[in-house]
């Protein structure tokens, strides 16, 4: 037919193409002038002609029914990127239209045809039948199958009918397309359970890719893939950074199920990788009261590291209530270091622990100077103190209590002109780190906190280099209100300092614009 005049083409595509022909014959109809009057020639025209020449080609071959569309397919992989565009763009606006010609395709005697039939199937998502993609997996050319296997993937949730056929490919010797059909079934979701006892299995395959798409179609199959739990965490040892966190976030997604992966979920939070102790971390968490025995082991053991150590109080202190009866426990171990972290996860759990309250304060009776200060820590984020305790606080020994002391005082809101007066007198600490707490908590406080002006005028003519930053930064936060000061951060324009100048700039800047430059009378 190929060498038929392009009018009689035409006729004949449209009396022999049940699907797509009469369609898009009426959609192009036939161009008046057309460079082209066969398949072939159409072809030619679209990969060497010129852009008017192509886009006539373009139409006169979607008018051209299946074996029109089967070359367009072809050339929407075109090397060349004009090509490529150009035929995709057509396609993708006329989807609707062509995606039963495509489904006829996937029967092509060319295998090459198929293969690009089901990457426009895949690629136009919604289009095409579940059915006939699935019946393409049995096809003799392994490229054509691991196309298909993608392209039920892309379907998701619909292609749930393909399952049996997606388990079967799972078995393919190409390990391409056993890589895609893990993948599709972990796009299917949770409605691909009945694939879990194949998805274990190919968790030993040879190819590394494919374990790779099988370890992330179990986590998106979620909780009811919580049979594979146990072959799941022994990829936690796996040499592999990147295999390990895989598995890490394929457990958290199956959730509270994974509590058999507990032993190897608390080995994991000793892993060098950030990566694999976060998700691992998090399913601990989510698996919750079950874990707190393992965790509280793992809080005693002084061979952990570091890491691992602080991994254990987050994990209890997400946990929350549930692993407040054995912090407190632990809080009467003859072991110190033991009390020591329980306090300080204590702290983590916050408000939920206040069944700790009684025990914590009976600590603090014969507490040496750092159990005492993170006693205080904890009880103050369980019980937020009132703002006398606060106040006194900022006379303790220990900076540390002090500058929590400050923090606090900060945070206190309504009563700001309550507390003022002890956060002025903390500018005067000896210690530098309260001193530049006071003065944050007076930045955050604004412009109500006036009344601190003259000390921090105080601070920055005096005071070292770092006060001085810390002064005038406070002064630009306080704003107009801070008018007295612009004298000083005028001077402190000629600090030998770079970022204080810069500071004292920005300052003058927000209090006064006109005195920025160093003018510092009224308006």
């Given amino acids: 037919i190929f060498y038929l005049p392009f009018c009689a083409l035409s006729l004949f595509l449209v009396a022999v193409n049940s699907h797509a022909g009469p369609v898009l014959a009426v959609a192009f109809g036939a161009a008046a002038e057309t460079p082209c009057n066969t398949v072939e020639e159409c072809r030619s025209a679209i990969k060497d002609g010129p852009l008017e020449a192509r886009e006539k080609a373009i139409s006169t071959l979607m008018a051209s029914g299946n074996s029109g569309i089967a070359v367009l397919a072809e050339l929407v992989g075109d090397t060349n990127p004009d090509i490529r565009n150009q035929v995709g763009s057509v396609l993708n606006k006329h989807r609707h239209e062509i995606a039963p010609a495509l489904t006829d395709l996937l029967e092509d005697s060319d295998s090459r045809v198929r293969e690009s039939a089901a990457s426009l199937l895949g690629r136009y998502w919604q289009e095409g039948s579940v059915l006939a993609l699935t019946e393409a997996l049995k096809d003799n050319s392994s490229r054509v199958r691991e196309t298909i296997a993608w392209a039920l993937g892309n379907r998701g949730r619909e292609a749930i009918s393909a399952v049996p056929a997606l388990i079967g490919a799972l078995e393919d010797g190409d390990s391409y397309v056993r890589e895609k059909a893990a993948e599709a079934l972990g796009k299917i979701g949770p409605e691909a359970k009945a694939a879990v006892p194949a998805l274990i299995k190919s968790l030993k395959d040879n190819d590394r890719p494919v374990r790779e798409n099988t370890i992330e179609a179990l986590g998106k199959i979620g909780p009811e893939a919580k049979e594979a739990v146990l072959a799941l965490a022994e990829f936690l040892k796996d040499p592999a950074n990147d295999i390990r966190i895989k598995a890490a976030w394929t457990l958290f997604e199956i959730g509270s199920a ?97 069944a700790a309250v009684p025990a914590l304060k009976k600590l603090l009776k014969d507490a040496d100077a750092d159990m005492r200060y993170n006693v205080m820590a904890a009880l103050w984020r369980i019980e937020p103190p009132p703002v006398a305790v606060l106040i006194k606080s900022l006379k303790d020994e220990d900076s540390r209590v002090r500058g929590m002391a400050v923090w606090g005082l900060g945070g206190i809101g309504p009563k700001v002109k309550e507390v003022l007066p002890a956060l002025i007198g903390a500018l005067k600490d000896n210690d530098w780190g309260v001193r530049s707490d006071a003065a944050g908590a007076l930045a955050i406080i604004g412009p109500e906190a006036k009344a601190a002006v003259p000390a921090l005028i105080e601070m920055l003519k005096n005071g070292d280099s770092v006060d001085r930053t810390t002064a005038a930064g406070v002064l630009g936060k306080i704003g107009p209100a801070a008018k007295d000061a612009v004298p000083a951060l005028t001077e402190a324009l000629n600090d030998t300092e770079a970022y204080i100048r810069e500071r004292a700039a920005g300052a003058l800047g927000i209090i006064r614009p006109e005195a920025k430059d160093g003018v510092s009378g009224e308006k």
Avoid: C, F
């Fill in 258 to 354: 994974a509590k058999d992966a507990i032993p190897a979920l608390i080995e994991s939070l000793r892993d060098k990788e950030d990566h694999v102790r976060g998700p691992a971390g998090r399913t601990l968490v989510k698996i919750g009261s079950a874990a707190v025995p393992s965790l509280m082991r793992l809080l005693k053991d002084d061979n952990g590291g570091n890491h691992a150590l602080y991994a254990a109080q987050t994990v209890l202190g997400e946990i929350g209530a549930a692993a407040v009866p054995s912090l407190i426990g632990s809080l009467k171990d003859d072991d110190a270091r033991l009390r020591l972290r329980a306090v300080m996860t204590l702290a983590m759990v916050g408000r939920p622990a206040k």
